[in-house]
């Protein structure tokens, strides 16, 4: 693979903009990467990466002469002349997105010809194209990037499709940008800016929309004895549909679903038009996350006083991001109940702790449940299923497992002595014959 001859340039090292410095130089390219805080910058330029995500520590380790990170633009725009624009975009109170990183980026930009900003950062639709009224020198592509936490190196390195979106007058940058994609193998989309915008926009709206569909369709098979996983199968197989994100459980979290489907219902309502269909999904997932309570309260009574462990804390697993984790609700819903929370999770335990400063964090899963009247699966961490149950249970209080992802065998739980409890199970899925939806089988022990 011929590395392109001048480096490349990332702005904003956060998931986005390290996956991507650290893949472009695992296929061989120089990159400056940019970010203004120092104390990251350092702990990088050292082989330090602040997150957890796999695959990127050896991809750094190995790559390290091919990596520059700064804390200063100047080191950038002196060395190159494509700059990936990877600063975060996140919501206002308005539900619009900040945009004021963006656009401190643009403003040190010269605008002299020379530069095209490949914006990697969800954007609104509609963002290029005022970035190129106010800075006509700087070449814009749309870049938008589909990475999921905790699988974001293999997603950038074999992705399904590629979007790159410019105008005219860009098109020079929007070829270099597709040039360095192309090896990888992906479907190259070429497009105008604000359609590159909207894709990445829609894509994410429609799969948290499969997520709360397939969440209501679970509490609907709650009444009726129903088994939610039975009918996502059966689902999943027509390809009109297929099996990817219908998996319910206790509603989606992440830097990105929620953000994005609230970016998108408040750019068509910015232009007179009400999305009632993101209202409902946004509505549906965060009733979704309380749904645990209520399933606490039917096996406890009260929850006042009650002592309730909350297993995995990151808003999935694989990560470390607490980003709109379903775990930070239901620990605040739980609190005002009066219930005492613990939590556990096998990476996240820093992040959380600066997030869920009244929650007591433990060292192993086993800590946590000690002496707790129920456990809460909040993230399916592979651990949790190997856990030794049929002990564990003597150290509970209660023997209540209520497992927000359908994660656990509930038929084994179940005759190990647990009152178990999934989202959308038959029976609550203690005798049901369910199979993981299709999707979640490779990870899933039931
Ligand atoms: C998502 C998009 O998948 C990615 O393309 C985009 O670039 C960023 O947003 P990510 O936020 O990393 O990626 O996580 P993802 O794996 O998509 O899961 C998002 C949330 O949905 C998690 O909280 C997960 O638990 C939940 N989820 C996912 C479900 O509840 N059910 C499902 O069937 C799938």
């Not at 340039?9 to 472009?24: M, Y």
């Not at 910058?41 to 995500?53: A, Q």
């Not at 005219?168 to 090896?183: F, I």
């Not at 449940?369 to 592979?382: K, R």
Request: some cysteine; aromatic content about 6%; overall charge negative.
């Amino acid at each position: 693979m011929a590395p392109d001859a001048r480096p490349i340039g990332v702005i904003g090292i956060g998931w986005v903009g390290l996956v991507t410095a650290v893949c472009f130089a695992e296929m061989g390219h120089s990159v400056v990467a940019m970010d203004i805080d120092a104390k990251k910058v350092r702990g990088l330029s050292r082989g330090r990466v602040p997150i957890h995500e796999p695959g990127i520590d050896e991809r750094l380790e190995r790559n390290r002469e091919r990596l520059t990170f700064t804390t200063e633009m100047e080191d950038v725009l002196e060395f190159a002349r494509l700059l990936f624009c990877c600063v975060d975009t996140p919501p206002t109170y308005s539900g619009d997105a900040d945009l004021s990183r963006v656009q401190a980026v643009v403003s040190q930009l010269p605008p002299d010809g020379e530069y095209a900003l490949v914006m990697k950062s969800t954007v609104p639709s509609g963002t290029g194209r005022a970035i190129r009224r106010d800075a006509p020198g700087i070449a814009y592509v749309s870049c938008p990037e589909f990475l999921k936490e905790g699988t974001a190196v293999q997603d950038f390195l074999h992705p399904d499709r590629v979007v790159i979106g410019a105008d005219s007058g860009a098109e020079w940058a929007a070829d270099e940008v597709e040039a360095l994609y192309r090896p990888l193998g992906g479907e190259i989309v070429r497009t105008d800016v604000a359609s590159a915008e909207m894709i990445k926009l829609a894509a994410n709206a429609f799969l948290a929309t499969k997520i709360s569909f397939i969440n209501e369709i679970a509490n609907v098979c709650e009444e009726v004895g129903a088994d939610v996983t039975e009918v996502a199968r059966g689902m999943g197989l027509d390809q009109r549909i297929g099996p990817a994100f219908l998996r319910a459980g206790a509603g989606y979290g992440g830097s990105c679903f929620p953000k994005d489907v609230s970016a998108l219902k408040q750019l068509a309502g910015n232009t007179g038009y009400h999305f009632q269909l993101l209202t409902a999904v946004i509505e549906v997932n965060e009733l979704q996350k309380r749904r645990i309570i209520g399933k606490l309260q039917k096996h406890l009574g009260a929850l006042a006083g009650k002592t309730i462990a909350l297993l995995g804390l990151a808003f999935k697993p694989d990560t470390d991001d607490m980003r709109e984790a379903s775990s930070l609700v239901l620990a605040a819903r739980l609190q005002g109940e009066g219930a005492k929370v613990r939590g556990y999770d096998p990476v996240a335990r820093e992040a959380a702790g600066k997030l869920l400063p009244s929650v007591e964090l433990t060292e192993s899963a086993a800590d946590a449940l000690e002496g707790a009247d129920a456990a809460v699966i909040v993230t399916e961490w592979p651990e949790f299923a190997e856990l030794d149950w049929t002990s564990l249970r003597e150290r509970m209080a209660k023997p209540v497992v209520v497992d927000g992802r359908n994660f656990l065998d509930g038929r084994a739980l179940s005759k190990a002595g647990f009152e178990y409890e999934g989202i959308g199970l038959a029976n609550g899925g203690a005798q049901a014959g369910a199979t993981p939806p299709a999707e979640s089988a490779e990870a899933s022990p039931r």
